[in-house]
């Protein structure tokens, strides 16, 4: 399925199921969702997740013409993966200010150094923030953008059912985890 103006609520449709839809969306936020150590987070989208944005978008800013519906198509759209790769939202969170400020300077290029590692297969480095001029020479954001782009044999190992790691090799954030099963069967029905 697509996502167009005519496959989305209205205000007023998504106004009524808002509240009792939003406990599913959370479950399938975090079972897509994978902490790598303690700072960062990579949530995994798909349609699912790309949906409820817009509409959350639509709600809040109470968007309902036209034009402005398909601004917010045009600007989360591109997060849904294409059957060929994984595209996540990476956030890198520090609760104190000062220490946010310090590490997102120490942390510049991380979003170069994350990977995923599908067992038997060559690392696939991430794509980042392809659309997006985010860098400065004083600090990395806190917010970026990744595509994983799959080459068929990692494809067709990770729906065989390949364990698959994911991690950073950034000189001060390395780390690596096992994505767990559960996130894993989600993550591969991304891959055709």
Same mark, same amino acid.
């Given at each position: 399925?697509?996502?167009?103006?005519?496959?989305?609520?209205? /205000?007023?449709? !998504?106004? +009524?199921?808002?509240?009792?839809?939003?406990?599913?969306?959370?479950?399938?936020?975090?079972?897509? *969702?994978?902490?790598?150590?303690?700072?960062?987070? /990579?949530?995994?989208?798909? $349609?699912?997740?790309? +949906? +409820?944005?817009?509409?959350?978008?639509? =709600? @809040?800013?109470?968007?309902?013409?036209?034009?402005?519906?398909?601004?917010?198509?045009?600007? !989360?759209?591109?997060?849904?993966?294409?059957? #060929?790769?994984?595209?996540?939202?990476?956030?890198?969170? !520090?609760?104190?200010?000062?220490?946010?400020?310090? $590490?997102?300077?120490?942390? @510049?290029?991380?979003?170069?150094?994350?990977?995923?590692?599908?067992?038997?297969?060559?690392? @696939? !480095?991430?794509?980042?923030?392809?659309?997006?001029?985010?860098?400065?020479? %004083?600090?990395? *954001?806190?917010? =970026?953008? &990744?595509?994983?782009?799959?080459?068929?044999?990692?494809?067709?190992?990770?729906?065989?059912?390949?364990?698959?790691? &994911?991690?950073?090799?950034? #000189?001060?954030?390395?780390?690596?985890?096992?994505?767990?099963? %559960?996130?894993?069967?989600? /993550?591969?029905?991304? &891959?055709?």
């Amino acid at each position: 399925m697509t996502l167009t103006r005519d496959s989305l609520l209205t /205000l007023e449709a !998504y106004a +009524r199921i808002r509240k009792s839809s939003r406990a599913e969306a959370i479950a399938h936020r975090r079972l897509r *969702s994978v902490a790598l150590g303690e700072h960062v987070t /990579l949530q995994f989208e798909d $349609e699912h997740t790309v +949906r +409820r944005q817009i509409q959350e978008m639509l =709600h @809040i800013e109470k968007i309902f013409d036209e034009e402005g519906i398909q601004g917010e198509i045009d600007a !989360y759209a591109p997060l849904i993966p294409d059957g #060929t790769n994984w595209k996540a939202t990476m956030l890198i969170e !520090y609760p104190d200010i000062n220490e946010r400020r310090r $590490e997102l300077a120490r942390l @510049i290029g991380i979003e170069d150094r994350m990977f995923v590692e599908v067992e038997g297969q060559p690392r @696939i !480095y991430a794509i980042a923030d392809e659309d997006l001029d985010r860098e400065t020479d %004083e600090k990395t *954001s806190s917010v =970026h953008f &990744l595509r994983f782009e799959f080459p068929k044999p990692a494809r067709d190992a990770v729906r065989a059912g390949a364990a698959v790691k &994911l991690g950073c090799d950034h #000189t001060n954030y390395p780390a690596h985890v096992t994505i767990a099963p %559960e996130t894993l069967a989600s /993550l591969a029905g991304d &891959l055709r």
